[in-house]
């Protein structure tokens, strides 16, 4: 859907795997950076590209998107499949920091919220996973039975946005 100069698109991020490492950590990094090349990333952080990107998700908690994850990261972390519990959008265009804040009490624009940045909070009532890939791009993520709504309150917005002119 595209209206004024933003546009949201669903994405599809291949495998979501909640990681959850045990100990320090530092195993735990070792075995996701020899695994998937993936650096672990720090609170509020992401690291890879599309396809391939592992996101903070929550204190002591990370999300890899994209590849099925090694059989070696189980002896380092709980490995949980999220595959199925989570609806995910980008969001793109120059006015994207607009409409995301009409919906979300977060301070998005780039010298704030750098590409790589990563942060869960609400879209209006909903929880979610907000991250910069991009100048002006954002993948979302937020719980797949409150899809419709995102689109919705995006849409909404969008509107609002576009009025502006």
Excluded: N, Y
Aim: hydrophobic letters at 45%; charged letters at 20%.
């Amino acid at each position: 859907m595209t209206i004024g100069s933003v546009t949201v698109v669903e994405a599809d991020l291949g495998v979501l795997t909640s990681l959850s490492p045990v100990g320090d950590g530092k195993d735990f990094a070792a075995a996701l950076k020899a695994a998937h090349g993936l650096g672990a990333p720090k609170p509020g952080r992401a690291t890879g590209r599309d396809g391939q990107r592992c996101l903070w998700f929550a204190r002591s908690e990370v999300l890899l998107a994209g590849p099925v994850p090694d059989k070696t990261l189980e002896a380092h972390a709980a490995v949980v499949d999220q595959s199925d519990g989570w609806a995910c959008v980008t969001l793109s265009g120059a006015g994207a920091v607009d409409v995301l804040a009409r919906l979300v009490p977060v301070d998005f624009r780039e010298s704030i919220f750098k590409r790589g940045h990563t942060a869960r909070t609400l879209v209006q009532h909903m929880s979610a996973s907000i991250t910069r890939t991009g100048a002006d791009t954002f993948l979302i993520l937020v719980f797949r039975s409150m899809a419709g709504t995102l689109v919705h309150e995006l849409k909404v917005a969008m509107e609002a946005v576009a009025s502006r002119g």
